[in-house]
């Protein structure tokens, strides 16, 4: 179910910055690279989120409040 939610927000993300593209840019260099960037984040995320189920609770409490503040910090 997870991994449903999370590829229908990559494809409606993806969406979004498509609509995004400059003018006179090229479509399909566009969106290889948009595509491989998205692919980096994705794996990325992944490990990290691999590294902190082998780490210490209070590790992953902590990443989880920096994430909350920095969230917030952009809001603002």
């Known amino acids: 179910m997870g991994g449903t939610l999370v590829a229908a927000f990559m ?12 003018a006179g840019a090229h479509f399909m260099a566009y ?5 491989l960037a998205t692919l980096a984040i994705a794996f990325a ?17 902590a990443v989880g409040v920096a994430l909350a503040v920095t969230g917030a910090f952009f809001t603002a």
Request: proline content about 3%; aromatic content about 12%.
């Open 11 to 22: 494809v409606f993300h993806g969406f979004a910055h498509g609509a995004e593209i400059p």
């Open 31 to 35: 969106m290889a690279g948009f595509g």
């Open 45 to 61: 995320g992944r490990g990290f989120g691999a590294l902190l189920m082998k780490s210490d609770n209070r590790v992953s409490q």
